[in-house]
């Protein structure tokens, strides 16, 4: 922590006291720390309250990114990604495709596998249902991370079915959380501009809260760095603090700085580094009731998330591999990481490399349990 004097002279002296009290900062205090120009200032209140919650702890996964189509009906503007039907880049992976790609990793100990895809006009709830359970008979006691509060919402208007029973069909199926994807910025405003089609904010938390409800446990993101004020900022993050006070489902939070190429945005600033680990830092203090924060590498780079895990962040994500949404708008980083390359980034950073799942329980458990669950086949 930097001296008392330093937070004095920017007008911070309560809000350092508040922090070290591990009382709430509320959002005029949080605008104070987004206009801070004293980016080690906000970084050493954020890194407090990293240390004190995780000490020298950073968690990353063994994990397996599978995008199953780019096809998509919202047409956001910030979105490099989806494309139309029948329009060049689209794609369209069957589930025996999808299962390969499962196969193909049985080498490795994966502990998660994230599914994600633009919202397509014709794939229907029961192939991701069967898609599940495929993928629990092939990798028993994995986790299946899969489908936005965004994606939920289109299978239920597919169906015609309510968003409940879409998260409970899936349930069954072998769902064990929701990504934090599709919650861009909640602003009205800024969803009028940039995605008026996709599911609105406060959709997107309604969705989010019946998965709470019935015991799925999600994360949460936000896409900062287009059209939206520090205000609106402030105001998502807040949004988030308020659902987890009411259902503490929220296991972590992914800042993801806006990428700015390959989209339809007109004069997107973009972000900086210096913007985005502040963003990062103000997180960590604003969501004082969720866990976790992410540092996701491939959006910010593996140097930046390195410096971002003294900022607040406690997390690197993990190996990832095929990542394609961050990259077709222009994310420069890798497309995959070993777990002893990701142990070697946390350790020159100064922490402890802890491997867990996506519950952010410690992977020993989980392979006790995988080992459990395949000697019960």
Known sequence: MLPP????????????????????????????LLDCPDLLAVGALAHHVRTRLHGPT?????????NYSNVCVNGCRFCAFARERGRPGAFELSVEEILQKVRERLHDPITEIHIVGGCHPDLRL??????????????????LKAFTAVEIDHFARLEGISTRAVLQRLQAAGLDMLPGGGAEVFS????????????????????????????????????????????????????????????????????LPFQPHNTKVEDARGTTGVEELRTIAVSRLMLDNIPHIKAYWVMLTVKLAQVALHFGADDLDGTVVEEKIGHMAGAES???????ELERLIREAGFEPVERDCFFEKVQKVQGEMLKAKGQR
């Open 5 to 32: 004097s330093v937070y004095e002279r920017l007008g911070l002296a309560r809000v350092r006291e508040k922090v070290l009290a591990g009382e709430r900062l509320n959002l005029e205090e949080g605008l104070r």
């Open 58 to 66: 950073t968690y990353y996964v063994v994990n397996q990114h599978i």
């Open 126 to 143: 029961e192939t991701f249902e069967r898609l599940l359970r495929e993928i629990r008979r092939i990798r028993p006691g994995v986790r």
């Open 188 to 255: 009205p405003r800024i969803r009028r501009l940039l995605c008026p089609d996709k599911l609105s904010g406060d959709g997107w938390l309604r969705v989010v809260r019946e998965a709470h409800e019935l015991g799925i446990k999600t994360n949460a993101t936000m896409l900062f760095g287009h059209k939206e004020t520090l205000e609106e900022r402030l105001e998502h993050l807040d949004a988030l603090r308020r659902l987890q006070d009411e259902t503490d489902g929220f296991v972590c939070f992914i800042p």
């Open 334 to 340: 890798e497309q995959a990481l070993t777990r002893t």
